[in-house]
């Protein structure tokens, strides 16, 4: 028996978008979603109480290669896992290690058995493959744990990331053999294949073959052109199964997810969010606001006079200016909650306006707003006009 339970509840006439429900052990949530991320156990600047009251997130990230560093999987495992660990009783994503195949690739080797790395903490050496990535996964005790891949780099020749992706199809039927609690925990398999189209189908098909609980797209939004990533996403996700979901990997800026949900995407995640915040910039409905600049010292305004969250309804952008400049941490946590309910409330926009046929009419509008227009190939560029 699968530890999730997808439904696809309606599609967008005009795009295809899907509006779907996700069920898993720790509750029910409706889709497209934003995930927010807690790489070390937390949603940085973030109280588990504070995501469900003031951001109303339904799920959010851990990442199982820096968790296994520190604390270690003797103190998750003493806790009970990671939910009690950290006092989430919400459904948790782990990511499998894999994207830090990438982000470490200085100090990491790869070899059929696995990776090879060298500690960013002390420099010891770790060594992780699908079979530990998985064990170490089970332990923390995810909603949702994901195969241990190689996110390939751009640039890289056909040559390199199609050898990436038959590595990483044989590492997905490992760890779909490692994984033992079924009933559990969830495991999705990770589309791979670069910008070739022709790679990514191939890859498709060969984990639909495994069979996973659901499907993600790994290796976009690493430093290719949107005009690049868009229909490479739109290639791949053709073959993936409507009746499971889907999910793509490191996606958080408001115009890529709605383009993401435009082209099938269920899920998605980033830290954008988050990084930005504790750097002083807020993501709004009118575009981002870098809350140091001069021009907010006498704005005694919200920082988005639509948003809803906490940080809107009582602060002023002079306050949160004054915060930044004296780098009080009051203010990086008030801006952390205003750009993670940003992202989750486009996300609710969103799934409305997909149960009304009218996702593109939201994007328009959106746009507008946010200073984009939509150009010749249906892409979205910075509209200089509104400078």
């Avoid at 029910?28 to 973030?46: L, S």
């Avoid at 290639?235 to 099938?264: F, W």
């Avoid at 990086?332 to 309910?341: E, Q």
Wanted: proline share 4%.
């Amino acid at each position: 028996m699968s530890a999730i339970k997808y439904e696809l509840i309606h599609e967008d006439k005009k795009t295809g978008a899907r509006l779907g429900k996700i069920t898993l052990p720790h509750g029910t949530f409706e889709t497209p979603v934003f995930m927010p991320v807690g790489t070390c156990g937390t949603v940085k600047a973030m109280t588990p109480e504070e995501l469900k009251e003031m951001v109303n997130a339904k799920i959010i990230l851990g990442n199982t290669y820096h968790l296994n560093l520190r604390p270690g999987m003797e103190v998750i495992k003493a806790a009970g896992g990671l939910h009690k660990f950290m006092k989430w009783d919400g459904n948790i994503l782990t990511d499998s290690g894999g994207f830090q195949v990438f982000s470490l690739q200085s100090i990491r080797k790869i070899s059929e058995e696995g990776v090879e790395f060298r500690s960013h903490l002390n420099g010891e050496k770790l060594f992780m493959g699908p079979e530990e990535s998985i064990d170490i996964q089970q332990t923390l005790g995810s909603d949702i744990m994901m195969c241990f891949d190689e996110c390939a780099p751009y640039p890289a020749s056909r040559d390199y990331v199609e050898k990436s992706m038959e590595r990483t199809t044989r590492w997905a039927k490992r760890c779909r053999e490692a994984h033992t609690n079924r009933d559990t925990q969830a495991l999705f398999g990770i589309v791979q294949g670069g910008m070739f189209d022709d790679l990514r189908e191939k890859s498709a098909k060969a984990l639909i073959d495994i069979g996973f609980d659901g499907y993600a797209v790994g290796g976009l939004s690493v430093g290719e052109p949107i005009e690049v990533m868009l229909p490479v996403l739109e290639a791949t996700t053709k073959h993936l199964p409507k009746d499971q979901a889907r999910y793509l990997m490191g996606v958080g800026s408001p115009d890529y997810l709605i383009e993401a949900v435009l082209r099938g995407i269920d899920m998605c995640d980033c830290v954008m969010p988050t990084r930005m915040a504790r750097n002083g910039t807020a993501m709004t409905s009118h575009g981002r606001v870098v809350i140091k600049n001069k021009q907010y010292e006498l704005d005694f305004s919200p920082l988005d006079s639509e948003c809803d969250c906490y940080t809107c309804k009582n602060y002023t952008r002079a306050y949160l200016r004054h915060l930044n400049k004296c780098g009080e941490i009051l203010g990086a946590r008030l801006m952390t909650i205003h750009n993670l309910r940003f992202l989750v409330r486009l996300m609710e926009q969103v799934r409305e306006a997909i149960k009304d046929d009218r996702l593109l009419e939201f994007r328009e509008e959106f746009y507008k707003k946010y200073g984009y227009k939509i150009t010749e190939g249906d892409i979205f560029s910075k509209d200089d006009s509104k400078e």
